[in-house]
């Protein structure tokens, strides 16, 4: 109880954005870790509002720059990644999607660590994630500023299980992230 209460306190003397939580698919998720990574990135993760960090079993996570980096750009950047990930991962896979008018794309992907190689050893414990990051320009008064949002789940365990698990589940959890109504955020920098 006490380690709770020390991580809400620490949670809020370190939010950045003015946004303590977030409802995803009916959800409350709320602030866990607030860093700054550089002079222009500062990254927000926030889980369920019943769940440890240590063991949560999603996060939910901004990432904020504070410059203009362009959407589709960035697409293109993380697709390319995994487009490299594919040639060692047995099962790397990811979809893009791109909203009307071209101003946000959404990937989502599923990366293990178990090898495509058969030459390489196998894992003594699979475990896989999938993603979904949605990426969006924002406008921060005159300036245009660039964020992710991202969705991340975690699995320790048998990786074609969790493959059929996220298939069910796919669609909502990318409705969630393309509905989730984006906080205005105010950069509180020190």
Known sequence: MILSFAVK???QESDFFGVTELTFNETKYVLATATQKSKVLYI?????????VEDASNTIS???????????????????????????????????TENPNGTEFVVDFFTSNVPKS?????PEQESSDYNIYRFRNVMLGEKSVFMIIAYKEK????????????????????EGIITLTVPNITLKTE
């Not at 993380?78 to 594919?86: A, F, S, Y």
């Open 62 to 96: 901004i990432y904020y720059f504070n410059k203009n980096i362009d959407a589709k750009e960035a697409t293109i950047n993380k697709t390319g990644e995994l487009d490299n990930r594919q040639n060692t991962d047995k099962f790397c896979t990811y979809n893009v």
């Open 155 to 174: 699995y320790i365990g048998d990786t074609k299980s969790f493959q059929k698990i996220v298939g069910k589940k796919r669609n909502k959890l990318m």
């Open 44 to 52: 927000q993760d926030y889980i369920p509002e019943d769940e440890r």
């Open 9 to 11: 306190l620490f949670s």
């Open 118 to 122: 058969k030459d390489e050893p196998t």
